[in-house]
């Protein structure tokens, strides 16, 4: 599809509300450019004229032409002039496709933030709910989703402790590649000359970030260890790391410390008494799917036998808070196997259950492979979604995180589901960005959240050859960041 811009730059934002009808088409953006061939596409043109801004949506679908337009006075600030062309290039797009996505032309990743925005502005409930239905065309269902969870977060975020901090350990490792990942995480087969040196680096970039703390007189509120799947690591090399976190820094006001043992087949019970020993509280064991063909199909070596396994062994070493990972539309998979999975799930009782959609970015391997995108195409995962959400509600679960990718299939979101009291503190805060997050490890991104004005970030290089070459530069960032408080 091409879209063509004249007047404007809202290149972004139209882009993004042609992905939710065409996820799975490139978008070519031009500026003023003439007349195109392509049987998709869609001129936006804005022009000022004495009258005050006309705004002209036009587009082309198949052999089919539609075209809205409005003129606004003319000191209608450019972000309505993107919503207002948005609203009108998503009803032309819905009026052909005949498909409403739920969001509306609400793009951006945090849709409860903005609720929690616009409480914090004085607007009431029912005003802010008036405005994402009119001006942004969120669905009745989503709104009721985006509000059970602002509410479910609300007393999290009032427990925020001021001055504190969480920590994240990235392990960019893990067994095998799963099909879909477009995480830098790489396979222990070819990563495993690797690791010596980064959990050199690792360790070392730790005990900066203890000092950066400690000097800055932050607390250190919750911590997350997440990758790629820590539990990749032998367990000496887990206990170097977590051994280096409980030395480093102050413990004594840690509310939630997570590890990721997101691969059923990488956990043993010597990394769970080594997890257990370092006073982790809570675990992460994902099965994504309970169906060892779509297990398969999606390049996981474990079945899922083994998670119920894992997710025993967990249970019996004392992990009061496990949270299990499900993925609603896996490649093969169905409505019915993935109900299937949920339910399975849903036996064993974890305090988390993360339902999250299949989203396809572009280092996905399966986003070169078009028999694989036709089945997705055709995936009922609507269904899944809603599925998971009437039943874990039922179940006595409440969503209290949610967030959107792009190129998820369908426009869903992603939800983490918890039974009451057992929510993970460090999602909540990283999705709301209400608390600094200091980072360390390959792709690992340091977030500093003020107490007023804008967050920063820092980066780390991304994959962790680059890390390790490029360490000294990690550690000159990391101390620039003392500036910051
Ligand atoms: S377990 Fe997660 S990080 Fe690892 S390869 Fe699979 S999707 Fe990527």
């Not at 003023?32 to 000022?48: K, Y």
């Not at 222990?188 to 800055?216: F, G």
């Not at 959400?389 to 918890?418: C, F, H, S």
């Not at 909540?428 to 970030?457: C, D, F, N, W």
Request: with cysteine; aromatic share 10%; glycine share 4%.
């Amino acid at each position: 599809m091409t879209i063509n811009l004249i007047g404007n730059s809202f290149k972004y934002e139209m882009e993004a509300v042609c992905k939710l009808f065409f996820p799975f088409e490139k978008v070519v953006v031009t500026f003023d450019a003439p007349v195109t061939e392509d049987p998709r596409c869609a001129c936006l043109r804005l022009r000022r004229t004495r009258k005050g801004i006309r705004l002209l949506v036009l587009v082309r679908y198949d052999k089919q032409t539609q075209a809205r337009h409005q003129t606004v006075s003319s000191d209608t600030p450019p972000a309505e002039c993107e919503r207002l062309f948005a609203c009108m290039l998503f009803d032309i797009l819905a009026a052909f496709t005949g498909v409403r996505p739920g969001w509306g032309v609400l793009t951006g990743i945090r849709p409860v933030k903005r609720i929690h925005y616009d409480a914090t502005q004085g607007l009431s409930q029912q005003e802010i709910h008036a405005r994402l239905r009119q001006d942004f065309y969120v669905s009745e269902d989503k709104l009721r989703l985006a509000q059970l969870t602002a509410d479910h977060e609300k007393p999290l975020l009032d427990s925020l402790p001021p001055h504190s901090f969480s920590l994240y350990v990235s392990i960019p490792f893990c067994p095998t590649r799963c099909n879909y990942c477009s995480f830098v995480s790489q396979a222990m087969a070819q990563a495993v000359k690797l690791i010596p040196d980064y959990l050199d680096c690792l360790c070392q970039e730790l005990v900066s970030i203890a000092s950066l703390a400690r000097d800055c007189g932050l607390t250190l509120d919750t911590i997350y260890v997440g990758g790629g799947t820590p539990t990749s690591l032998t367990a000496t090399q887990l206990d170097r790391v977590l051994t280096v976190v409980s030395s480093q820094f102050d413990l004594s006001h840690l509310r939630e410390y997570t590890v990721e043992a997101g691969r059923p087949d990488t956990v043993t019970q010597d990394k769970l008494d080594c997890l257990k020993h370092h006073g982790v509280t809570r675990v992460s064991i994902n099965p994504q799917t309970m169906d060892n063909c779509v297990l398969e199909a999606i390049g996981r070596r474990h079945t899922a036998e083994q998670t119920i396994q894992a997710y025993e062994m967990a249970r019996h070493t004392g992990f009061a808070y496990i949270n299990m990972d499900l993925i609603a539309g896996l490649l093969f998979d169905t409505a019915e196997g993935f109900c299937r999975s949920l339910d399975i799930v849903r036996t064993l009782s974890p305090e988390n259950i993360t339902v999250h959609t299949l989203s396809l970015k572009r280092a996905a391997q399966l986003y070169h492979d078009g028999a694989s995108l036709d089945r997705l195409r055709r995936n009922p995962i609507a269904d899944m979604v809603s599925y998971a959400q009437q039943a874990l509600i039922a179940d006595g679960y409440a969503p209290y995180y949610l967030y959107r990718q792009k190129n998820t299939l369908g426009n869903q979101e992603n939800v983490g589901y918890a039974q009451k009291g057992c929510e993970s503190l460090y999602n909540v805060y990283i999705m709301e960005e209400v608390q600094t997050i200091l980072a360390a490890g390959a792709a690992a991104s340091t977030k500093l959240v003020p107490e007023h004005g804008k967050i920063q970030r820092v980066y780390n290089y991304k994959y962790p050859f680059e890390y390790i070459r490029s360490f000294d530069e990690i550690l000159r960032r990391k101390d620039a960041v003392r500036t910051f408080f």
